[in-house]
């Protein structure tokens, strides 16, 4: 009987994420997977671009620019109709070390996750699989199967099922697994491309239908477009059919080599009722699948293992209350919803049904250009950068327009000020404290400081913001505001606690209530 700490099911790009998050937090774990090698992996992966804010995370990792060398950026993503373009959303400018979706292949994520799990002292276990899962007891009760045929029961501490939409893990804990039916198929392939790359990503409307177009290194597009009920797979057919359907569709002069590879599959969007299931837990297409619209799918379950890997630590760790992993279930849900939110609107814009229907569509995105919708909203949905925990109290495109930072929100300092003399990182597994002096530099300002510090001891890192430059201070002000405060962040750059700066045992009751733990009395 084997006890590993965490036992994750399932060796893909989310769960290697996973794996090494909670290896670099000092968190052993044990990582399996049926295939029989990662050579065997599939190298034609459907996901095709990382956005900004996984960008962002994946610095935590180790490997974001070495995954960034690899991959084509993309800085803005354009609408066309027609040949013409509509509008575009921007990615550079925004507030990121990385204002661009990366163009790569999730295969190419997988191989530099893979190794550095190795550097981590880890690695997947291939040709063990899941065969049954008993959790009715106080722990996890699992049974592997090995590739000899052998059997093995292991009671882990935690079990996660990142086994893909078709979780082995989800269904043998009978978990539903409800999704509105998505009766069409998609065709994928990658193309040699020759022709005017006129965005990164380009969004193309035709009366034949929709063409997404991803521009990848070296040459290479990837295609996709929508297989109708009755209609002949689009996997099928020569090269000059897909040509003409370019043709079509841009009625821009490019030029398609023979594919890469090129497939026809059907998706199964679906969210779990529940993500968590006493001591096991969902992530990534085992937890939630959605159309494959817009790049967006893989980029939330790589946010779901950095949402749960500091709190899975913390608790395995440190001794936090494991009510806190309650909060993976109820943040990661509303993002899921958010992200849908936003495939639903493109999937409303690909399809008009009338020339009309068209011409309507056509202007409504054009206006949204001139408006600086597509800036001001788009963008940060699209980038993942503007989806918040915050509760949604209005409508998700009115939320992007909001200066001021709420609680649940990511903030974004952390991730632009690198050349910033004075800028505070991010621990891997702890909260920071911020004090932020507000529009000017109150006269008593050091001893408020000092008396934060005191009050936080040696339990989280206290910066004081104070200590950039005007051009710093100047970025922060809009999201802080024009008063001295205390903004509590968590390991994910998520705001957690804003209080009076003169108020730190706000944000220590705060940490109490997330930790399950107790301020002592001097610091109150």
């Known amino acids: 009987m084997s006890t590993p700490e965490i036992l994750i099911v399932g060796g893909g790009a989310v769960g290697s994420l996973l794996a090494c998050d909670l290896l670099q937090q000092g968190v052993p774990v044990r990582l399996i997977d049926g295939k029989p090698s990662l050579e ?34 993309a800085t803005d993503v354009s609408f066309f109709s027609r040949g013409r ?18 163009g790569i292949v999730q295969r190419e994520l997988e191989d530099l996750l893979w190794a550095r799990l190795a550097e981590l002292g880890g690695r997947v276990e291939c040709g063990t699989e899941l065969h049954a899962l008993d959790n009715s007891g106080p722990l996890p009760r699992a049974t592997l199967r090995h590739r000899d045929g052998t059997r093995e029961e292991t009671e882990p501490q935690w079990l996660i099922g990142a086994d893909g939409a078709g ?23 990658d193309f040699p491309i020759s022709g005017p790359a006129v ?86 297409d085992a937890a939630h699948s959605v159309v494959p619209l817009g790049g967006q799918g ?47 609107t493109e999937m409303e814009l690909s399809a008009p049904q009338t020339p009309e229907d068209a011409a309507r569509r056509d202007e409504a995105v054009a206006a949204a250009e001139r408006s600086g919708f597509l800036r ?80 936080f001891g040696e339990r989280i890192a206290v910066h004081d913001l104070a200590r ?6 100047g970025r922060l002000r809009a999201g802080f505001g024009p008063l001295p405060l205390i903004a509590l962040v968590r390991p994910d750059g998520h705001l957690a606690r804003l209080a009076p700066a003169d108020r730190p045992q706000d944000c220590l009751a705060h940490l109490d209530r997330l930790t399950g733990r107790s301020t002592p009395s001097s610091a109150k």
Not at 259 to 271: A, D, E, M, S
Not at 313 to 341: F, K, M, N
Request: charged share 25%.
């Open 376 to 455: 001001k909203v788009a963008a940060p949905l699209m980038s993942q950068l503007g989806l918040s925990y915050a509760p949604l109290e209005e409508p998700l495109w009115r939320s992007q327009l909001k200066r001021r930072l709420t609680v649940g929100d990511r903030v974004p300092f952390f991730h632009s000020s690198r050349t910033e003399p004075g800028s505070p990182v991010l621990d891997r597994s702890a909260h920071i404290a911020l004090l932020w002096p507000g529009e000017g530099l109150p006269e008593d300002w050091t001893a408020v400081a000092e008396r934060a510090r005191a009050a």
């Open 85 to 102: 373009r509509l509008g575009t959303v921007p990615m550079h400018g925004m507030d990121t070390a990385y204002p661009f979706g990366l």
């Open 199 to 284: 965005s990164g990503v380009e969004y193309h409307y035709g009366e034949t239908g929709m063409l997404p177009l991803v521009h990848l290194p070296d040459g290479v597009c990837r295609l996709a477009t929508v297989v109708l009920p009755g209609e002949p797979d689009w996997s099928d057919r020569p090269l000059a059919d897909w040509q003409e359907m370019v043709d079509q569709r841009t009625s821009l002069p490019y030029e398609l080599g023979e594919p890469l590879w090129k497939r026809t599959y059907f998706p199964r969007p679906g969210v779990a009722e529940r993500f968590r299931d006493g001591r096991v837990i969902l992530v990534g």
């Open 468 to 473: 950039l430059t005007d051009d710093g201070r």
């Open 298 to 344: 893989l980029n939330l379950g790589l946010q779901d293992a950095v949402n749960l890997g500091w709190k899975l630590a913390g608790v395995v760790r440190e001794g936090w209350s494991d009510a806190l992993l309650d909060s993976y279930d109820s943040e990661r849900r509303q993002a899921v919803e958010q992200v849908r939110t936003v495939i639903r």
């Open 40 to 73: 065997e992996s599939d190298p034609h992966s459907r996901a095709v671009m990382i956005w900004p804010r996984v960008l962002e995370l994946l610095e935590k990792t180790g490997i974001a620019e070495e995954l960034v060398s690899r991959g084509r950026p």
């Open 167 to 189: 979780s082995l893990t989800r269904r043998l804990l009978d978990i539903p697994y409800p999704g509105l039916p998505f009766p069409l198929g998609i065709s994928l392939g």
